[in-house]
């Protein structure tokens, strides 16, 4: 009767354990491997690589933009030749989810950049405009996402990830109140400016599977480059 009565009781501890994991994971997917990403949920260890899962599936992209409330515009697809171009496009717009402008507007990145791009508002940048600023950011000054071309403009080589559209390069930020967050000029030092953009940086590496700073060469020393380059679908990502 002991022995029963000990068996009774683990199974029941392993019941109770089974339920409290199956509880976890349905209250912070965000955590696990295999679970579908929605753009509500928070950030978590593998939030980046299911952004990047995303390439080569535009139909499921823009549905997962469409739950979010995403006001971003599918586009046409654009096919130069078999290294540029892009066929899940999105112009981006500053409603719904992302509240801010982008300067010069209408800029159309892959979905992938987008759904990062939202995530890395409301979760990176506005938290950290309000912790250093008291103000959220109004607008981001950017140098473009589509660009066909190879790495660094070089006359030869591999092709950069702006050829398809899946990369975004940032070079300031408009807080609310007119002040302007400027790359070039504020990267370096050690007050608030400077700490708020190296902020972005770590955290934008949550999300993208490529990040360059001018951390990493005098080529980046005026920009934030984003890219979701499909490398990091197995957690082999760049964030420098």
Not at 23 to 49: K, N
Not at 191 to 218: H, I, K, M, W
Not at 224 to 233: F, M, P, V, Y
């Amino acid at each position: 009767m002991r022995r029963l009565i000990g068996w009774l009781i683990a199974l029941a501890l392993l019941g109770g354990a089974a339920w409290l994991a199956r509880d976890f994971v349905r209250r912070h997917p965000e955590h696990f491997p295999w679970t579908a990403l929605d753009l509500h949920q928070p950030i978590g260890p593998f939030t980046g690589r299911k952004l990047v899962a995303l390439t080569g599936d535009p139909a499921q992209c823009r549905a997962l933009l469409a739950r979010s409330g995403s006001a971003d515009v599918a586009v046409p697809p654009l096919l130069r030749d078999a290294n540029c171009g892009y066929h899940d496009g999105m112009r981006l717009t500053p409603t719904g989810p992302r509240s801010v402008r982008f300067i010069p507007s209408r800029v159309v990145t892959s979905c992938p950049v987008a759904a990062g791009l939202i995530l890395f508002e409301r979760d990176v940048l506005q938290p950290a405009a309000l912790k250093y600023f008291g103000e959220r950011v109004a607008a981001i000054d950017h140098a473009g996402s589509y660009s066909c071309r190879r790495l660094y403009g070089r006359a030869d080589g591999p092709f950069s990830e702006h050829a398809t559209a899946d990369a975004f390069d940032i070079v300031g930020f408009r807080l609310a109140g007119g002040r302007r967050i400027d790359i070039l000029e504020d990267w370096s030092g050690s007050g608030p400016e400077a700490a708020f953009l190296r902020g972005l940086r770590d955290g934008a590496c949550r999300l993208f599977a490529t990040v360059l700073s001018p951390d990493y060469n005098a080529a980046h020393a005026n920009h934030i480059h984003l890219d979701q380059a499909e490398r990091g679908k197995i957690g082999w990502r760049g964030c420098r």
